[in-house]
């Protein structure tokens, strides 16, 4: 394998195109190419040539990651899944006219694991650029859940369904300023107006419970709301 030619990319800023003796083109980043040594009509044998390839798969995901990320913040493991997540295939009546036509189970594994590893780099060099923060991410669920008028355990259950470290939790938790207000809100929009009758209290206690509020929590609203009744 001989690069043929590298030159810089005319659209994308750091990229870089390595253009090999097999017609192919390897798209890295410009670190990629100091730290491979590459040039024009460098020889690449059996490791450097790997090296290479891997670069450029590396260099791939990267792009992807950041597209990602761009859209939404995420968990470092909610960025793991998407990345290593295997391409969706179309779905066929026979899928292999043989049955030695079936993809072998440890190269696959294998794949997998290459891929899973040039991921977890990924996501290292992401974390230390501070595009990746689980910390900060969990602040930002809990503030999104909680102006949302989700209580407490809806809450930690949306952490712990994306990912989040529970070791950031608790922290994270002191962004949900408690509000009485909110849960008050709730209840009456609930409650509709109707008589605070045992029967719609529980409809209301319900309710609370779902949105992920703890029983003192609620018990307390319930309370407020019979008083404000009284009153």
Known sequence: ??????????????????????????????????????????????????????????????????????????SRRELLDKLCAPPRQKKEKYPYDKLDDAPDPELLQAQREAVREQAEGVADRLTQLGLLNDEEYARTVVRHYAAKGYGPRKIRDELYRRGVPRSFWEDAMEEREPDDSQIDKLARQKLRGAEPTRENLKKVSDYLARRGYGWEEISAALERLRQEEWE
Do not use: F
Not at 50 to 74: D, T
């Open 1 to 74: 394998m001989k690069i043929e030619k590298l030159e810089p990319s005319k659209h994308k800023e750091g990229r870089w195109l390595v253009w090999l003796d097999d017609a192919s083109i390897v798209r890295i980043g410009e670190g990629d190419v100091v730290s491979l040594g590459l040039y024009a009509g460098k020889e690449l044998p059996g490791a450097e040539g790997e090296a290479l390839a891997a670069a450029g798969e590396r260099s791939k995901l990267m792009e992807r990651a950041v597209g990602l990320l761009s859209l939404r913040p995420m």
